[in-house]
Each structure stands twice: as C-alpha cells, then as structure tokens.
C-alpha cells in the first residue's frame, strides 16, 4: 500500500478511536455528578449496545447499497458532533439518554464502515490492517491521557471534545478515496442483512457453547465499561482516565504474543484464559485500594489486554477457522450482534441495579458505594461462565470449507473494541 494512503487510513483510524475514547471513558464519572442513579449510568452507557444491535442492519441496508462509504462516514460524523454537543449540556436523565441513544446509533455504524473502507483500499488486508488498526487504539490511549490530566473528568467538557473531534473527523471523511458500495444496483434480499445461514452454524455444539459463552461473559464485562473510571474517582485516584489507557497499552503488547499462546494452549485454553483474566480484574479491584494497595488497581488495569485479546480477538480467529469462507464475515457480526450488542445490554442493565444495590448514602445526601461488593459480584459471575465454558466447550478443530467443498486456510482478525 502506498505509504500517504497508508498514513491518511492511519489518521483515519486515530481520529475514529480518538472520539469515542473522550466521552465513552468517563461517563460514568460526569453522570454520577448529574446524580444520576446507577441503574440510569448503566442505561446511558448500553446506548452503544444498542447501537451495535441496529448497525448490522444499517450497514446491510444503507452502506452496502446506497451511499459511499467516506460520504456517508462525513454525514454520520457531523450528525454525531451535533448530537455531542447537545448531549453535554443536558442535565436530565431522559434528555441526555435520548441524545447519547441518538448519538450511539450515529457513531456504532461508523466502526464497521472505516474498517471497511481502509480494507478495500488495501491490496493485502491481512497483512497491512493491522498496522492501520493498530491508531485508532493510539487514538483511544491520546484521549484518555489527555482527559485524564486536565481533571475534568466529572464535567460535560470530554463530550464536547468529542464533538469537536468528530467535526473534524467529518470533514475529513469527505477527503478520503472514493469507496463506493459494493451492492449498488443489485436487488436486495433480507439474507444480506440477517445472517440465516450463519444462525445454522450454531446447531455444532462448540458453535453454541462459543455463542452462549460470549453472550454471557460480555454481561459481566459491562461493569468495566461503564463503572471503572467512577470508581477510580470516587477513591481518590488522580487522572484516573489516564491511568485507565494503560489498559489499551497492554492490549497492544498482549495481541504480539497471540501467536507464540495459540501455538502452545489452542483455542479454548485461551479463551478461558481470557475469561480468568476478568474474573481476576475485578478481584484486583475489590481487594486494591489507591494507597498500599495501589499495585492491584494497576494490575486489574494492565490485565485488559489478556482480557480483551485472548477472548474477543481469539474468539475471532476461532470463527475464522470454522466458518466456511461464504459465511466468515456474516459470522463475524453475528457474534459481535451476539456480544457486543445483547450481552452488552444486558449488562449495562444488570451493572446499573447491582450498582444501585449497593450505594451509600452519606451526610449531606453524598453517595458512595460499596465497590469491594460490586467487584466481587462481577467476578463471581465471570468465573461461572469460565466453569461452564471449561467444563462443555471442545477444541476440536473443525476445518472450514468453502460451499465448493475446497478446504480454507486460516486466519485472519480485527479488532473493533477497547
């Protein structure tokens, strides 16, 4: 790939992570200075599930067919700044979930959509995405540093960043190579949309349990997500959001020694160690505290990277290598429907009311919360997954066919998540 389109995919990228990483972070934290309740931060910061739910279909039907992909990018962009900037001066809970639901369903398509274009710019995929990939968590690491140390984190001020990246991003779409769609002209068929086929590939028990698993363990992940950077805060740690890219740091470092774990666990070994990650994450953070204790917080931290590559990327990779090359990509969103849309959800439901179950009301009318309770309620639910997971899922490899019957090499992954 020539190296200015390389570099321009790259800031592409940047820029893209870089949004969502100034409000998505530190929600949890300006909501809870709203006084909102916890069961009302988890249901603001399940807006993107919800958006991951819609955006299969979005994509299927309007990105696939109509528009070019950079066009429609700049539109959902600069819809997305406006919706930012709305949001970040509302003060009401139903004000400020409809506007961050409207954003979620403007900014969840877009993930799929810059992947897209920077994949079909490439002549080999494979072997130069990563490296393209590899700014959008660069741009994750530069918002959470930066929001992080200028301490305000509890205010509406990160949102409004956001919105003014995503403006610029938006008028940087519009200058990117033209990548029109790929289904323009053709009739549409609702099997383009909803992946039939690949729900048939669930009927392979290893499929199901896979399926099942993912579905369960995204419920406790949720807790992470939305309540990380309040907790923090509420003990005491500074530039808590900076600390929190630690984690994408370690992500980075964890995805190099993918290949040297697979050789020697194989898939299930390591996605079990993905899961025992979680459930170590969260005791690390009920026992840490932000004095002596400060090393665990840290460690629970620096664990992200074990627990988001050795699941979800080798959860990818898994799916590369099973499903039949006509049905890999519908595969693919079928799980991130699976996961990062309904389990998601049923998390930031779930993580609101355990949230809310354990709140402290002090002198004054201040809330804190009973985080050591929390914590271990998350990992309580992480490590039964991982035992029912260990206990019914089988490593047997399946070699993927082609529906010619030609057998598949493998493998090949992304990564769309912090």
């Known amino acids: 790939m020539i190296t200015m389109l390389k570099s321009r995919l790259s800031l592409m990228m940047l820029l893209q992570y870089f949004i969502w990483g100034s409000w998505y972070v530190t929600l949890g934290t300006w909501l809870a200075a709203l006084h909102f309740s916890g069961q009302q931060i988890g249901w603001v910061a399940g807006t993107t599930a919800i958006g991951a739910i819609v955006s299969p279909?979005?994509?299927?039907?309007?990105?696939?067919?109509?528009?070019?992909?950079?066009?429609?990018l700049g539109v959902l962009h600069a819809l997305?700044?406006?919706?930012?900037?709305?949001?970040?001066?509302q003060s009401s809970f139903a004000a400020v979930y409809a506007a961050v639901l409207c954003y979620s369903l403007c900014y969840m398509p877009t993930?799929?959509?810059?992947?897209?274009?920077?994949?079909?710019?490439?002549?080999?995929?494979?072997?130069?995405?990563?490296?393209?990939?590899?700014?959008?968590?660069?741009g994750w690491i530069i918002a959470g540093l930066g929001?992080?140390?200028?301490?305000?984190?509890?205010?509406?001020?990160?949102?409004?960043?956001?919105?003014?990246?995503?403006?610029?991003?938006?008028?940087?779409?519009?200058?990117?190579p033209d990548t029109p769609p790929l289904a323009r002209g053709t009739d549409f068929n609702w099997r383009h949309v909803i992946p039939l086929d690949s729900l048939r590939l669930l009927r392979r028990r290893s499929m199901a349990v896979f399926a099942l698993a993912s579905l369960l363990i995204c419920i406790p992940l949720q807790f992470y997500y939305a309540f990380t950077n309040l907790y923090l805060n509420e003990i005491g740690i500074h530039n808590a959001a900076g600390k929190m890219t630690g984690g994408q740091m370690s992500e980075l470092f964890c995805m190099l020694l993918i290949p040297w774990f697979f050789r020697r666990l194989g898939v299930?070994?390591?996605?079990?160690?993905?899961?025992?990650?979680?459930?170590?994450r969260y005791?690390?953070?009920?026992?840490?505290?932000?004095?002596?204790?400060?090393w665990m917080l840290w460690l629970g931290i620096l664990l992200h990277g074990i627990c988001f590559d050795f699941f979800f990327v080798v959860g990818q990779i898994y799916i590369d290598r099973e499903a039949p090359a006509t049905?890999?990509?519908?595969?693919?969103g079928l799980i991130t429907f699976i996961t990062y849309g309904a389990g998601m959800f049923i998390g930031?439901?779930?993580?609101?009311?355990?949230?809310?179950a354990y709140a402290l009301v002090g002198a004054g009318g201040s809330v804190t919360h009973d985080w050591q309770s929390i914590w271990m309620f998350a990992g309580i639910c992480a490590a039964i997954v991982l035992a029912l997971f260990l206990l019914t899922f089988s490593d047997k490899e399946n070699t993927a066919t082609s529906s010619a019957g030609v057998k598949e090499p493998q493998m090949a992954y992304r990564s769309d998540q912090h």
């Not at 299930?268 to 170590?280: P, Q, R, S, V």
Request: charged residues 15%.
């Open 80 to 89: 997305g700044a406006a919706i930012l900037l709305l949001a970040s001066s």
């Open 111 to 138: 993930l799929a959509l810059t992947t897209s274009l920077a994949m079909r710019q490439m002549k080999d995929p494979k072997q130069e995405f990563g490296m393209v990939r590899v700014f959008g968590t660069l």
């Open 268 to 280: 299930k070994y390591m996605l079990g160690l993905g899961m025992l990650a979680w459930a170590a």
């Open 147 to 176: 929001i992080g140390a200028s301490g305000l984190e509890a205010t509406a001020v990160p949102m409004r960043v956001a919105a003014a990246a995503s403006l610029l991003m938006s008028f940087y779409c519009f200058t990117l």
């Open 327 to 332: 049905l890999r990509a519908a595969t693919q």
């Open 283 to 294: 005791a690390f953070f009920a026992f840490g505290n932000g004095d002596t204790l400060l």
């Open 348 to 356: 930031a439901w779930l993580s609101g009311r355990v949230v809310d």
């Open 57 to 72: 279909f979005f994509v299927g039907l309007i990105a696939d067919r109509a528009f070019a992909a950079q066009r429609l």
